[in-house]
């Protein structure tokens, strides 16, 4: 008799079913039955990583083990965004202690990093520099960031974690749709290095066809030596010597002695309260988590239930409260360990009551008026997140990047991997923004060793005491609104996890000054919106990708956004007999 893993998958792609049908639904007795093993949910934007995820926790792992074993296949099969040569932010509940900690793993400049080291002979910033070249590159900390969770929290053997990854590398997967597309869509800048250009194409350049077999030998002996020798393999072993070399034939300036110190650390997170729910999420130097509360702490004065979803009340003051906050980012957010970041006054209540009173509920306040606030004297659209959580309750959300789609599109020769592009989210000259149009001063300039700004937002809400769902976003900017929505919608406006996924987004980030709205909005909305003086903009692209997990009253729920395909929530099934 042959025995089989099987799993549930299950999207988030459901928007025109009605409301009781959309939300995927396993109660938590039926996980128990014998047919079933551990329960758990595994929400990620690569279906195949979800599927990954999903088998860890059905072979004994926790929520750790199988966010780890998703993170290193969604490098495999997400390579976009999924990285190793990238950085991100890890959010993990610990049932047994009943404990959140938030894990650092942003990447660092090197040395020899300078404040000016973007800025051409006229003092003008060359976004060639600081985005498509080898001096674009922070030190990478994802390898050390999974590598530390699992050290803290995981249940299962390293290696184990890896093999799915090492297996989907070196036998190769079907390339789907979307990352067909982006081949071909990007395979004049991925083409102009060699080692990228033989990674994801064929011979001459030639793009994967969705169904192909993406084979990727380099990377499958790259991860092999991770599984063998953990992160020593990477910050000081021959995937090291790869990188540095790589540095030289660039002109970058990761060497060996910057790889070899770096460390992720521990933080403790942000947490905040909103209509009697508790918000645990990234402290800095994410953004996210700081302007997250700020933002609930201003709406929490007003009736936003009342107002109804997406009517031109909601979307007013959403997008008045983000002007505020991202006017703040702009002066007060960077690395704590080089910046006195005043996170208790961005997230208190007074503060939140203040920036309330300043909202003219019939008038946008036009952002040449709004300054970042006083404080008291004493992080692409090509990011990834992923979710999860298992049957002891344990929960992680997970964000990480190589800032835009493929990093800066220089990969390292014979490891198989994608640098990141993240020097770009530090500040090149104050005025001048980044490429998300974010302005920023002094907190977040460029210095050795530091971390650049992010505005990821991994968050976990709890309700009762118990976590009630994780969530976050790539996009961007979009993501700290993005998470806000998904919240509001949530609880003010009770929908489901997957109708609060699908619903059409808005975001304002103070500068530009205008109002971006989704499909989706109805025109009279709109028109009542540019009466109170909002510059409205048609979204050129969909904000974000939630992938967000749930346990309540003994049922698990998932959900993966529509608005990027091959996403997927999967639940862990044991092993069934074939007949």
């Known amino acids: 008799m042959k025995h089989r893993t099987a799993t549930i998958v299950i999207t988030a792609l459901l928007a025109a079913m009605p409301a009781s049908a959309q939300e995927p639904v396993i109660r938590y007795q039926d996980l128990r039955h014998p047919v079933f093993g551990p329960a758990g949910m595994v929400a990620a934007q690569n279906a195949i990583a979800a599927e990954v995820g999903a ?16 993170g290193f296949a969604l490098a495999v099969t997400l390579p976009r965004a999924g990285n190793i040569g990238g ?46 070249s080898h001096l674009s590159a922070g030190v990478p900390g994802t390898v050390a960031g999974l590598w530390l969770a699992h050290e803290r929290f995981g249940r299962l053997p390293w290696r184990r974690l890896l093999e799915p990854a090492i297996r989907l590398a070196h036998d190769g997967f079907p390339v789907n749709h979307d990352l067909a597309g982006l081949l071909t869509f990007r395979q004049e800048r991925l083409c102009r290095q ?45 995937i090291a010597e790869q990188i540095v070399s790589e540095m ?47 933002m609930l702490n201003v709406l929490e004065r007003f009736d936003v239930a009342a107002m109804g979803a997406g009517s031109a009340d909601a979307l007013h003051l959403l997008a008045e409260a983000a002007r505020l906050a991202f006017a703040d980012r702009s002066k007060h957010l960077g690395d704590p360990d080089y910046f006195d970041v005043p996170v208790d006054w961005l997230v208190g209540k007074e503060y939140g009551a203040m920036l309330a009173g300043r909202i003219d509920m019939g008038r946008a306040t036009p952002s040449a008026e709004v300054a970042p606030g006083v404080a008291p004297r004493a992080e692409s659209e090509d990011t990834t997140h992923y979710s999860v959580i298992d049957a002891d309750g344990n929960v992680v959300s997970n964000t990480y990047t190589l800032n835009f789609s493929f990093g800066s599109g220089i990969a390292v020769a014979g490891a198989g991997f994608f640098l990141n592009n993240e020097m770009d989210d530090f500040v090149a000259k104050p005025g001048v923004p980044n490429a998300f149009g974010l302005l920023g001063g002094e907190a977040n300039a460029i210095e050795t060793g530091k971390r650049p700004l992010s505005s990821m937002t991994p968050t976990i809400v709890f ?40 619903a059409p987004r808005m975001h304002h980030q103070w500068h530009p000054d205008r ?33 967000t997990v749930s346990l309540r009253d003994g049922v698990f729920r998932g959900a993966s956004d529509p608005r990027r395909p091959n996403a997927a929530s999967i639940a862990p099934r044991a092993a069934v007999a074939d007949d």
Request: net charge negative; proline share 4%.
């Open 55 to 70: 088998d860890i926790l059905a072979g004994g792992g926790n929520a750790v083990d199988a966010a780890v074993a998703v």
């Open 87 to 132: 950085g991100g932010f890890m959010l993990v509940y610990d049932a047994d202690h009943d404990r959140s900690v938030a894990i650092d793993y942003r990447e660092m400049a090197p040395a020899g990093a300078t404040r000016d080291m973007f800025l051409d002979a006229d003092g003008n910033v060359d976004q060639n520099l600081s985005r498509f």
């Open 194 to 238: 060699a080692a990228a250009c033989a990674y994801l194409y064929k011979q001459g350049g030639e793009p994967y066809r969705a169904g192909e077999l993406l084979v990727q030998t380099d990377l499958a002996e790259t991860l092999e030596l991770i599984a063998e020798d953990g992160p020593d393999a990477f910050y000081r072993g021959r």
């Open 248 to 294: 030289q034939r660039g002109g970058g300036l990761i060497d060996a002695e910057s790889l070899a110190a770096y460390r992720a650390v521990l933080r403790e997170p942000v947490v905040g309260s909103y209509r009697g729910v508790d918000i645990v999420t990234m402290p800095p130097p994410s953004s996210g988590g700081v302007h997250l509360v700020q």
């Open 463 to 502: 309700r009762g005491g118990e976590p009630w769902f994780a969530t976050g976003s790539p996009g961007g900017s979009r993501i700290i609104t993005t998470v806000l929505q998904m919240i509001v919608n949530v609880i003010d406006h009770d929908m489901n996890i997957a109708e609060a996924s699908a």
């Open 515 to 547: 109002l971006q709205l989704e499909d989706g909005f109805s025109p009279d909305t709109i028109r009542i919106l540019e009466t109170r003086g909002h510059e409205i903009a048609s979204s050129q692209f969909s904000m974000g990708s939630l992938q």
